[in-house]
């Protein structure tokens, strides 16, 4: 920010740019994942962004930087609703939500690598005359580039065109899916999608999702700050943000096995949702001092707000039966939490440091809010459940 340099409202209103692009992206993304084939789109997406990343290095004020967050926003904003989709296309309903979670973990553990990154080539400050922070950007744009040429080479798209399946294998796959996922032979029809848009009950899926985006915006963005009021500066904040995302790893990982084991993943969703607002609401009522309960309960409320992410985009795969409507729904359950990150990106006030008491307290209210609605539309689907005729297809829990 200051090389630039930025203010800190120019700064929030590049993460802003991001996240509008992002969400406007995220539905036309999914469409057209189908009709270009997974391997394809994705690769271009990853290879858009890794050259938008490398990009930014050579950013100079902050119209420029905001350009560049904006095509970053719609190069990002494809790839994991487009991971999710693609996981509809290969796994059934109760095969799904252990595969998202590993998605998501991963980029959960690139934070926490991020941090790592950011730590060591804070070290590279000067080298070539370009600063530490340019660095960062070239490191992590030229991996995604490569990786998208491995994804177009490697990347299978549908069961039915796999070259490394037989022919019976083919057909096992189709059949074992048949009913319960999307195929290659699916359309996306205007009926479907006006079907979707029509359901009422995926909008209670969607504002739930609004409610894990301010916390997960928050955390991913000032985790530094955030640690900084700690008492840890500089370098030492961006390596003290490694434990929180490691932890989310974890919790990510383990809670998913456990509600796949159970098959109750409304029920983790809102217990991770719980544990996560009383780890913001503990560090809004900590005294300043406090600093190792403080970092404590930051890694708790990281832990429980990354965790109940794949739940709910599992649970809203699960009970949606159509390409259409998969493709449809994920894209628009991500799209709806770019509000919900809009305002992850303001609460973090640098006035309100070191504890930053408002943004832990509005975090705890919209996930305690986020937890109510998971459960009342868990109860709705039970009441459902006992209603329902011969022949139709229960909802899952």
């Given at each position: 920010m ?5 203010s ?5 209103i590049a993460?802003?740019v ?41 950013v100079h004020d902050?119209?420029s ?6 095509l970053?926003?719609?190069a990002?904003?494809?790839?994991f609703?487009?991971l ?19 998605i ?16 060591g080539?804070?070290n ?10 340019r660095?960062l ?29 037989s ?8 059949k ?8 290659k ?6 009926a ?39 008492g ?10 490694i ?9 990510t990982?383990?809670v ?12 983790h969703a809102s217990?991770c ?8 609401l503990?560090q ?5 001092a406090?600093f ?6 930051l ?18 795969t ?20 770019g ?9 973090y006030r640098?006035?309100?440091a070191p504890?930053?008491?408002s ?16 459960q ?6 039970v009441w ?5 005729a ?5 909802f899952?829990?």
């Open positions: 200051q090389t630039l340099p930025l800190n409202s120019q700064f929030n993460n802003v991001c996240i509008i692009s992002w969400s406007a992206f995220e539905t036309p993304s999914n469409i057209l994942l189908k009709k270009f084939r997974p391997s394809r789109w994705m690769a271009f997406l990853m290879l858009s962004w890794g050259a938008v990343t490398l990009a930014h290095a050579a902050y119209k930087l905001y350009a560049l967050r904006f970053l926003g719609a990002e904003a494809g790839v609703p487009g999710v989709y693609f996981l509809t296309f290969w796994y059934k309903p109760s095969e799904r939500l252990l595969r998202i979670a590993i998501f973990a991963t980029a959960t553990a690139a934070g926490a690598f991020g941090g790592a990154l950011a730590y080539i804070g590279l400050d000067g080298l070539s005359g370009l600063e530490g922070w660095w950007f070239i490191l992590e744009g030229l991996p995604c580039c490569v990786c998208a040429v491995l994804v177009f080479l490697i990347m299978p798209d549908f069961p039915e065109t796999a070259k490394w399946l022919p019976e294998e083919k057909e096992l796959a189709v074992r899916l048949q009913g319960l996922a999307s195929t032979a699916a359309k996306v029809t205007w479907e999608a006006k079907k979707t848009l029509r359901d009422w009950r995926l909008y209670f899926h969607y504002v739930s999702y609004i409610c894990i985006a301010a916390p997960f915006a928050s955390i991913a963005l000032f985790s530094p700050s955030i640690v900084g009021g700690l840890y500066e500089g370098l030492r904040a961006q390596l003290f943000t434990p929180p995302y490691a932890t989310a790893y974890l919790v990982l383990c998913a096995l456990s509600a796949e084991r159970y098959n109750a993943r409304s029920l217990a949702m719980l544990a996560g607002s009383l780890g913001f503990i809004a009522i900590l005294p300043p406090s190792k309960a403080r970092y404590a309960m890694c708790l409320a990281a832990a429980g707000t990354f965790s109940s992410i794949p739940q709910l985009l599992a649970w809203l699960i009970n949606l039966h159509s390409t259409a409507a998969i493709g449809l729904a994920v894209a628009l359950n991500i799209t709806f939490s509000p919900g990150q809009v305002v992850g990106t303001w609460i640098q006035s309100d504890r930053y008491r943004g832990h307290l509005i975090n705890f209210a919209v996930l305690l809010f986020g937890a109510v609605v998971v009342g539309l868990r109860l709705y689907y459902k459940n006992k209603r329902l011969a022949g139709q297809i229960p899952l829990l």
